[in-house]
Antibody
Framework: QITLKESGPTLVKPTQTLTLTCTFS??????????VGWIRQPPGKALEWLAL???????RYSPSLKSRLTITKDTSKNQVVLTMTNMDPVDTATYYC??????????????????WGQGTLVTVSS | DIQMTQSPSSVSASVGDRVTITCQASQGISSWLAWYQQKPGKAPKLLIYAASSLQSGVPSRFSGSGSGTDFTLTISSLQPEDFATYYC?????????FGPGTKVDIK
């Protein structure tokens, strides 16, 4: 059974850096094809994809946030860490990590997410 | 970047109704689309992937269809536990993108 859980601060001040950790079980990020993504959801709004890291350390980012995001993995700890710099009140959201599923077509990876962690609400306020 | 739209934004329906939600991609994505269900205060749950493949454990009253730019999620007979918000997601290329969501509520 695959499970994921997000952890990190619930409150950060504007301009600070947010560090979130996704701790998972039931799979290994050293296995070919495996990936973990981060998605966020502002209160009452839609889902927004942020970043994805693959077993081979390939990393993909949302272009609109790329300059502020860093995703890393620690295979030995079964963890993926997302950092977001220069936090702003508009970054207030529930942040989810999720297990990537999907194969490849023409060498291009397909990516959907299942399952998801429970999410962690991060509020940005002074 | 590929943009996703959904219609309607909300629908009121009764138990037993057939409900159809549409999702449109701004450019062709073949069959690389997923659908998720999200209940209040909960994480999204994968229902459909590759446009029409039912995720394990998902009731057969859920079905998906479409390819290219136009996709549909159908609930054949709405059940009380199906009242939720539904999101589509293009899985074809980066950046990945979700639709704005369709809320299904009780009529």
């Amino acid at each position: 059974q695959i499970t994921l859980k997000e952890s990190g601060p619930t409150l950060v001040k504007p301009t600070q850096t947010l560090t979130l950790t996704c701790t998972f079980s039931g799979f290994s990020l050293s296995t070919s094809g495996v990936g973990v993504g981060w998605i966020r959801q502002p209160p009452g709004k839609a889902l927004e994809w942020l970043a994805l890291i693959y077993w081979d350390d390939d990393k993909r980012y949302s272009p609109s946030l790329k300059s502020r995001l860093t995703i890393t993995k620690d295979t030995s700890k079964n963890q993926v860490v997302l950092t977001m710099t220069n936090m702003d009140p508009v970054d207030t959201a529930t942040y989810y990590c999720a297990h990537r599923r999907g194969g490849k077509v023409g060498g291009r990876p397909l990516n959907w997410f299942d399952p998801w962690g429970q999410g962690t609400l991060v509020t940005v306020s002074s | 970047d590929i943009q996703m739209t959904q219609s309607p934004s909300s629908v009121s329906a009764s138990v037993g109704d057939r409900v159809t939600i549409t999702c449109q991609a701004s450019q062709g994505i073949s069959s690389w689309l997923a659908w998720y269900q999200q209940k209040p205060g909960k994480a999204p749950k994968l229902l459909i992937y590759a446009a029409s493949s039912l995720q394990s454990g998902v009731p057969s009253r859920f079905s998906g269809s479409g390819s290219g730019t136009d996709f549909t999620l159908t609930i054949s007979s709405l059940q009380p536990e199906d009242f939720a918000t539904y999101y589509c997601q293009q899985a074809n290329s980066f950046p990945l993108a979700f639709g704005p969501g369709t809320k299904v509520d009780i009529k």
